[in-house]
């Protein structure tokens, strides 16, 4: 059975900084991850999607790595902003879940102005 | 066209009503599924639905919820007899490919 986990559970920052989310999964076996932006009280926003086959993407401020062998995929941001805010979730599609996103539990991400 | 829609946004019921959550897929999608995200909780799959076959119902926490879903259009998730532990948002995705991409999801609170 996948499973998911992001470290740290909470992370608060002041404006500029840049930082790194974290995620583990058991199951390498999978087909692609991707990460989501959730604000509070909204549904999920798909901020990047890495295929199996990939080792990173980027959008603007934000990239996303990979290491499938190790099951291990960071989500970096660069010159935080207040708008940053959100919780971030990491999701695996297969690794023994077949056609389901596997979630981790998510880090909430504060940036102080 | 529009992304993944669902009604009501939020909704306050009595325990031991029944209600009923709808979604509406992004057309073209032939995959549709239903999580749930208890307070404090990851998202915790529910029910999967991919065009005329199946559905993958093995994420039902208990035989009070039920799904359906027309063809490859709208789904209906059904809970029985709500009781308090039912609390939560209900998100709905849609895929068509390799991305699944979200609802804004139904707050659920059962008194």
């Known amino acids: ?113 | 066209g529009a992304g993944v829609s669902q009604s009501p946004s939020n909704k306050v019921t009595e325990k031991g009503k029944d209600v009923e959550l709808r979604c509406d897929p992004i057309s073209g999608h032939t995959a549709l599924y239903w999580y749930r995200q208890r307070l404090g909780q990851g998202l915790e799959f529910l029910i999967y639905f991919q065009g005329n076959s199946a559905p993958d119902k093995s994420g039902l926490p208990s035989d009070r919820f039920s799904a359906e879903r027309t063809g490859e259009s709208v789904s209906t998730l059904t809970i029985q007899r709500t009781q308090q532990e039912d609390s939560a948002v209900y998100l709905c995705a849609s895929s068509g490919f390799n991305e699944q991409f979200f609802g804004p999801g139904t707050r659920l609170t059962v008194l």
């Not at chain 1, 909470?10 to 989501?36: H, K, M």
């Not at chain 1, 099951?71 to 297969?94: E, F, H, K, M, N």
Request: charged fraction near 15%.
């Open chain 1, 1 to 113: 059975k996948q499973e998911v986990t992001q470290i740290p559970a909470a992370l608060s920052v002041p404006e500029g900084e840049n930082l790194v989310l974290n995620c583990s999964f058991t199951d390498s076996a999978i087909y692609n991850l991707q990460w989501f932006r959730q604000d509070p009280g909204k549904g999920l926003t798909s901020l990047l999607l890495i295929q199996s086959s990939q080792r990173e993407q980027t959008s603007g401020r934000l990239n996303a790595s990979l290491d499938k062998s190790s099951g291990r995929s960071t989500l970096y941001i660069a010159a935080s902003q207040p708008g940053d805010s959100a919780t971030y979730l990491c999701a695996v599609w297969g690794g023994g879940s077949n056609y389901k996103l596997t979630f981790g539990k998510g880090t909430l991400l504060t940036v102080n102005p």
